[in-house]
Every structure is written in C-alpha cells, then in structure tokens.
C-alpha cells in the first residue's frame, strides 16, 4: 500500500505540464532496475499516466526481487519479468515493439561497492550492454540511460557542468562504481555513433523521498531515522563533503522530460541545486528545522570507517542548465524532501500496523 505523500508525488508528476505525455501514447515501455526506488516510482508513474491520460501504454517491469516485482506487477498493473541484468531478457518475455527504455538497474549500495566489485561491475557494464542491444534490435524510439554525478569524481570546480570530468582513484574497489557508470555512459555514446541509437543519459544527484526504502543504508536515511526516533543523529565522517540532492518525483519528471525531450547522445545533470549542503549542514538542517532543536549532532568515527565505502569528499554543485532548457524546474529544497519522505514512512508503517 502505496502512502498518501507518494500518492500526491504521482499525481503531481503526471499532471506536469511540461511532460509531452501525448508523444509516448500507444507505446510500450521497459523500465529495468524497477524494483528499486527510482525504478519502482517510474513504474508508478507512467502507469498512472497511461489511466488518467489515456494514453494506452504497454509497461514491462524488469527486476531481480520477485516479492517486490509481484507486488509491483499488482499495483500498476503491468508485466513484470524477474531476472539478472547480466543476462539478456528472454525474447517471450517481451513484446515484438519497444519504443522507449529506462535503464536504471545497478548496484547502488556503498558496502556492495567496496565488499563486491566484480559484481558492481559487471551490473553495470554486462548489464547494460544488454540493454543497448535490445533497444537496437527493436529500434526503439528513445533509451535513458540512468548514470550518477558520481562519475565526476573529485573536482577542484566549484560547480560541474556535463562536459566538466574529475579524478577517480582506480585503486580503491569503491571505484567499480563510478568507473563502471563512466564505460557505460561510453558504451552509450558508442551505440549512438556507430549504430545511431538515439539514447540520452540522466546524470543522477543523491535522490531521495517518498517510495525511499526505510532500511536504505545511505546518509539521508540514517538521518531520517534519527529524527523519527528522536535520536540524535551520529555523522561516521568530519561530515565536510558537498552532497548533490533531489527529490524523487523532481528526478522522475525529468528523466520523462529527457527522454521525450533529451537530445540524442547528450548527458543531463539531475539535481536541485538549492538543496546542495554539506554532510554536516545536512543534519544540522534535520536537527534544527526538520526536528525543531529536538535532536543534536554528534561525530563519532568508527574504526572500520574504510570498510564502510563512503565516498571521497567531494566540493561541487551540479550544474543543470541543460535540463532547465528542457523546461524542468525541481519543486521540493531539502528540508520539504526530508518532511516527505519521514511523512511517508510513517503513513506506510500505520498502514501495516
């Protein structure tokens, strides 16, 4: 049972004025990865958008939980096909047309990131690559590739556009990550090149609100769960890296909008830059304005703080001119993103009580 925020979040996304929901009508659409939060909130969406707009789509969910895929086959009411990435969907298990794809499946766990390499990796690159293939075999209309501004790296600029690249260390495992978005933003670029594939990629800042999984292991998470409890919260770090952040459905509409908008072979920065705070301004921001002073901020560094796989610091805000000349504006700054996403982990926890 979906909560009344997330609720709200869909219905706001399709009813955007900027999203040319006509020129998708009659089509069939993949969205890989769709049992993840980003997935799963773009799986609600265009479902919604099909009933209310009338616009007559065909939704193939592809995910690797089956519990999550069967609830969200249910839900929406579309097909959903359980499988690994790594292998290409049986052809059954597809329809003849695909006209548009959202490719969103990877690894996005920092511990996976530094415990599991390999198979952060080949998620990625051998998963991807199966995706280009079949969106070439069927000549589909549009593909957005979902990459991450953690391809930048670490960078002396204070605000990075697309075109702008920064350093990655090749040898800390946490490195499959970003280094393995960066081949596949390359593998992208190939397919469109040599094969004209008319494929866009949707640089992701940290996305986070309603439909976020509870037990998500990120930093927003741990600071919601804090404020929920009325504990204080704890930062593992001196909390001095700049973080990039957007609200799910501001991210969910912009990737429709690049997809139906997005120029071919072109990367977009997803983020809202009025919510880029430090780590630590971050949760003096859940403490003091989410929480009312309810809570404080402690430092704590633990020992094993190298086997926890957190990301250099970083300084830079992205910059999305691009994605405003498309027409998208995001809607919610970072304090709205945490009310949100703590008012809908409650509204789901009172529902299953």
Not at 58 to 86: Q, Y
Not at 315 to 322: H, P, W
């Amino acid at each position: 049972m979906k909560s009344v925020v997330f609720q709200e979040d869909i219905s706001e996304i399709i009813s955007s004025s900027k999203i040319k929901w006509e020129d998708i009508s009659d089509s069939s659409i993949l969205v890989t990865g769709a049992t993840g939060t980003i997935g799963n909130a773009l799986t609600h969406a265009l479902s919604a958008a099909s009933d209310r707009q009338r616009l007559n789509l065909k939704i193939i969910a592809h995910g690797r939980s089956t519990d999550r895929g069967e609830a969200l086959a249910k839900e929406c009411r579309v097909r959903f096909v359980c499988g690994d990435i790594r292998k290409p969907i049986p052809s059954d298990e597809l329809p003849e047309t695909i006209d548009y794809v959202i490719h969103s499946a990877a690894v996005t766990h920092s511990v996976e990131m530094v415990a599991t390499p390999v198979d952060v990796i080949t998620t990625s690159v051998d998963g991807t690559k199966n995706i280009l293939l079949l969106a070439k075999e069927r000549q589909c209309k549009s593909m957005v590739y979902i990459s991450s501004m953690e391809i930048y790296g670490q960078s002396n600029l204070p605000e990075v556009k697309e075109s702008d690249l920064g350093y990655l260390d090749l040898s800390r495992p946490r490195s499959s990550y970003p280094e393995s978005k960066r081949l596949c933003e390359a593998l992208c670029i190939a397919y469109a090149s040599q094969y004209g594939l008319p494929v866009k990629i949707a640089r992701l800042a940290q996305t986070f609100g309603a439909g976020s999984t509870r037990d998500d292991t990120r930093v927003f998470a741990q600071f919601a769960r804090s404020a929920i409890s009325g504990k204080n919260i704890e930062l593992h770090t001196e909390g001095k890296s700049l973080g990039n952040y957007c609200y799910t459905a501001d991210s969910i509409r912009a990737m429709l909008q690049i997809m139906i908008d997005g120029k071919n072979g072109e990367a977009y920065n997803i983020a809202n830059p009025t919510a880029s705070a430090t780590v630590r301004e971050m949760a003096e921001l859940v403490a003091s304005e989410v929480c009312g002073g309810r809570i404080e901020v402690v430092v704590n560094i633990p020992e094993d703080i190298a086997k926890r796989g957190y990301a250099p610091d970083t300084g830079y805000s992205l910059n999305v001119d691009k994605l405003k000349a498309l027409g998208w504006n995001p809607q919610y700054g970072l304090a709205d993103m945490y009310r949100r996403t703590m008012d809908d982990w409650l509204q789901v926890r009172e529902h299953q009580l």
